[in-house]
């Protein structure tokens, strides 16, 4: 009977410490650095025999093969089976006249593309475009630019000077040829003013004298006629 009690408490302080000793450590990744642990078994402390944590592709990441999960057996963790490969965002949306030259990575995740229009169209929106997580970013577009000039001269025509519009620039007058064609036109005003002026102060000094020698022919008249009655009274 005391030899049974003795083993019986021999047993259970040995499977006591066995238990104690199977406990795992919290699990570490490691060698590969776009697999983490999932929230819950962030927050766990504890990792008795038997228990189980999952893990989780990082972001921009997904799991190409293997299982997301580890067990703990005898105080060790099972080996982690799960590898994780970028995301592909795939080609952007096709759009007339525009294609993409991307970089190295081609349309995996953080590679960038550039938007590139046809001859005689002009890129619209973003000139360059990333791969997220969450797909392309940006959007981009090409436009025909041949109605933007044609659409430009007829406005020019009908506001801006005929000097102007034959600088030779295709439609595209610089800062400096109006500045030169206004200079331009204010001196021709000018002269033409000055020229006007002088005309009439001519015309003025012209009629001035008229005047005044018809003035000074009345006047003569009148003298020797006065003269001549003075006389007849006289006599």
């Given at each position: 009977m005391f030899y049974s009690n003795s083993w019986t408490k021999c047993l259970i302080y040995l499977i006591f410490i066995t238990s104690g000793n199977s406990e795992c450590p919290k699990p570490q990744v490691e060698r590969n650095e776009h697999v983490v642990l999932t929230n819950d078994a962030l927050l766990k402390n504890d990792f008795p025999e038997g228990s189980?944590?999952?893990?989780?592709?990082?972001?921009?990441?997904?799991k190409a093969?293997?299982?997301?999960?580890?067990?703990c057996t005898s105080g060790e963790w099972s080996t982690l089976e799960l590898i994780c490969k970028k995301k592909d965002c795939g080609a952007p949306k096709e759009m007339p006249h525009l294609t993409y030259e991307f970089d190295?990575?081609?349309?995996?995740?953080?590679?960038?593309?550039?938007?590139?229009?046809?001859?005689?169209?002009?890129?619209q929106?973003?000139?360059?475009?990333?791969?997220?997580?969450?797909?392309?970013?940006?959007?981009?577009?090409?436009?025909?630019?041949?109605?933007?000039?044609?659409?430009?001269?007829s406005i020019t025509t009908s506001t801006v000077p005929p000097t102007i519009q034959v600088?030779?620039?295709?439609?595209?007058?610089?800062?400096?040829?109006?500045?030169?064609?206004?200079?331009?036109?204010?001196?021709?005003?000018?002269?033409?003013?000055?020229?006007?002026?002088?005309?009439?102060?001519?015309?003025?000094?012209?009629?001035y004298c008229f005047q005044k020698?018809?003035?000074?022919?009345?006047?003569?008249?009148?003298?020797?006629?006065?003269?001549?009655?003075?006389?007849?009274?006289?006599?």
């Open positions: 189980e944590v999952l893990f989780q592709c990082t972001n921009g990441y997904m093969q293997g299982s997301e999960s580890i067990t190295k990575e081609g349309t995996l995740f953080g590679a960038s593309a550039r938007a590139i229009c046809d001859k005689g169209y002009q890129i929106g973003s000139s360059y475009r990333q791969c997220y997580a969450t797909g392309w970013s940006g959007r981009s577009r090409c436009e025909d630019v041949n109605d933007i000039p044609l659409k430009s001269a600088s030779g620039r295709h439609h595209e007058i610089g800062e400096h040829d109006i500045n030169a064609a206004t200079r331009n036109a204010a001196a021709k005003g000018s002269v033409i003013g000055i020229c006007i002026v002088i005309v009439i102060l001519i015309v003025l000094f012209v009629l020698r018809k003035g000074s022919y009345q006047t003569g008249e009148d003298s020797r006629r006065k003269e001549e009655l003075l006389q007849f009274q006289n006599d």
